[in-house]
């Protein structure tokens, strides 16, 4: 299958996507191609389930082609982006002899490549590190240079703008990912496509059988086409002054719900599928949106197999206090990204915080 490859415009720091089958075979050649030698030292960052799947076969490839690689494992979920693991990765780090030439191979999901995209911003004031994801839910996080791990007070309160030196997306390493992790993956595709193009809204709705049993080539399409939306945004606006900030379409609810429960009673794609839901309702609600927007977001995030209703356990006031702690918030007041209609969203300044909360004591008495 063809290679699909789009670039991350930023000047000296410009970056290849390259999107395809079988890539982690191929990595000794794109690291070359990527400006990296085989005389800097790698460390791989993974998780352990994806440690048991690719970190030998990759680090097989590198070998043969005299690259030294030590590996970090740290354990999966949304859990190990603290301080206490972060702080043990830079540990390990340190005990592999990494230098200024050295580059950080972040190996797996959203999870792995943010932690591993902080400790390559940090290590020694910032070293060069390579998105290699894993899963579908990926396609978002690795690109665009946002890193991060979580406070227990909120999500991704610790981080840093680090562009990677290339993302390599094997599609291969989607088959062995859990029907969860899928759904949770293609909530951020549908969010990139309600955000930029209604086109691509529909041919999701059309495709919605072919990309749940991942067939090949549809896979690759939706991977690229959400990629491309936020290429386009990240290139115009790195460090979200303005146009970036539309892609935290269904984000202030769903960090929310994320840290209230404590990273574990819903994973990130569950969360922003509810929270888009929330978007569109309220969106609807205030008359800020210009046509229908909610019954079909939710359609369309059911046919993936995903959650659209309030999370069991959530308290409307606990949620409006952990969405007022979100980044996006500016002086207490909340900022929501809000659709227009399907493909067009707005940054909302300073939501009425009652209408917000009587929307979510609705949404819990339902």
């Known amino acids: 299958m063809k290679i699909q490859t789009l670039k991350v415009e930023l000047g000296e720091r410009s970056y290849p996507i390259l999107i395809g089958d079988s890539l982690l075979q191929q990595a000794d050649v794109l690291l070359r191609q990527a400006g990296i030698s085989a005389s800097s030292r790698l460390l791989i960052i993974t998780d352990e389930h994806v440690a048991k799947h690719y970190v030998q076969p990759l680090q097989n490839v590198l070998e043969q082609a005299g690259y ?106 989607l088959r062995t990912l859990p029907k969860r992790e899928v759904a949770a993956g293609y909530a951020e595709v549908i969010k990139h496509a309600l955000i930029a ?37 990240v290139s115009a606006d ?47 609600r205030i008359g800020f949106a210009q046509e229908p927007v909610y019954a079909r977001t939710e359609k369309l995030l059911r046919m993936f197999h995903l959650p659209t209703a309030w999370p069991a356990g959530q308290d409307p006031e606990a949620v409006l206090e952990a969405m007022k702690r979100d980044k996006k918030a500016v002086g207490g007041k909340l900022n929501l990204v809000l659709p227009r209609k399907i493909g067009r969203v707005e940054v909302v300044k300073d939501v009425d915080e009652e209408q917000i909360l009587t929307l979510m004591n609705e949404e819990v008495g339902a």
């Open 68 to 173: 030294k690689a030590a590996v970090s494992v740290i354990p999966p979920g949304e859990q190990s982006k603290s301080l206490a693991v972060y702080e043990r990765v830079m540990t390990e780090a340190i005990q592999a002899g990494l230098d200024r030439q050295s580059v950080i191979l972040a190996l797996g999901g959203g999870v792995v490549g943010d932690l591993a995209g902080f400790v390559a911003a940090t290590y020694m004031r910032g070293i060069p590190f390579v998105q290699m994801p894993t899963t579908l839910l990926a396609h978002d996080s690795s690109v665009g240079g946002k890193v991060a791990i979580n406070h227990p007070l909120g999500k991704n309160l610790i981080g840093a703008f680090h562009q990677p030196k290339a993302v390599f997306y094997d599609t291969s390493a």
């Open 197 to 233: 193009d209604a086109e691509f809204v529909e041919w999701l709705e059309q495709h919605a059988e072919l990309l749940w049993e991942l067939e090949a080539e549809s896979v690759t399409q939706a991977i690229f086409q959400g990629c491309r939306v936020k290429v386009d945004i």
């Open 238 to 284: 790195e460090t979200e002054q303005g146009q970036r900030a539309l892609l935290n379409l269904g984000h202030t609810f769903g960090h929310a719900f994320e840290a209230l429960s404590s990273y574990a009673a819903l994973n990130h794609g569950e969360a922003i599928a509810i929270g888009m839901c929330l978007a569109a309702k309220l969106a609807e």
